[in-house]
């Protein structure tokens, strides 16, 4: 039998346990939205704030637009040069 403190710690053990502490992060940082999406209509309607009680918000699903393709491509290109690309 070998000590504790003489083990090695292997490469593939090293990366299960990254892999492991990674996925449990990404898990543990997914849970506040899924605990929103859980709550009732009326309290995702409205908000804790002092001067009014709901926030207005599209409906869902959007309604169809059909876009000009020209319109698109001119404000494509003018917010990727002034975005900086």
């Known amino acids: 039998m070998t000590k504790q403190k003489d083990k090695q710690i292997t490469r593939k053990d090293f990366l299960k346990g990254v892999g492991v502490s990674v996925a449990g992060v990404a898990m543990a940082g997914t849970m506040g939205s899924i605990l929103t999406a859980c709550s009732d209509k009326e309290n995702s309607q ?14 869902w699903p959007f309604k169809y637009v059909k876009l000009d393709p020209e319109k698109v491509k001119e404000r494509a290109f003018n917010a990727y040069k002034t975005k900086g690309g």
């Open 46 to 59: 409205t908000t804790g704030t002092a001067g009014s009680n709901s926030v207005s918000r599209p409906e």
